[in-house]
């Protein structure tokens, strides 16, 4: 899998992108809500931007036998390790929970990435 620079736009669009496949796919509601969070302006993130970042992302994940997308955990852990300004970690974990309550449910795979930033990133669930 690819590596981007530390707080990078790609970092942040990555996050995100994972973010809306975690659970399987990538709903048009997740998708079009992402164009609508302020952390896109926040990280210097154009939409075309976002898009290619997203198209890199379902390029380098394998399938399930389904046709889904598979997230790795090791994968999970080394687009979090991506992000290290504290302010920007805080932005982009709200963000995440934005997006994957845009098609109003969380699927597991979803709560299961949003767990794993939490606890990266020590962020405290009141926040």
Do not use: N
Not at 48 to 73: M, Y
Not at 109 to 126: P, S
Request: proline share 5%; hydrophobic share 45%; glycine share 4%.
């Amino acid at each position: 899998m690819r590596s981007y620079p530390p707080d990078s736009p790609q970092a942040v669009s990555r996050l995100l992108a994972l973010t809306v496949i975690s659970d399987g796919g990538g709903s048009p509601s997740e998708i079009a809500a992402t164009y609508r969070l302020s952390i896109l302006d926040y990280a210097g993130i154009e939409e075309d931007f976002f898009d290619q970042v997203l198209r890199e992302l379902t390029a380098d994940l394998p399938l399930t036998s389904d046709g889904l997308v598979k997230v790795e955990t090791a994968m999970i852990d080394q687009c979090l390790e991506e992000i290290i300004r504290p302010d920007l970690r805080q932005r982009l974990w709200k963000a995440m929970w934005q997006l994957a309550y845009a098609d109003d449910q969380f699927a597991h795979a979803e709560v299961a990435l949003l767990h794993r930033a939490t606890q990266a990133w020590g962020i405290k669930a009141e926040a």
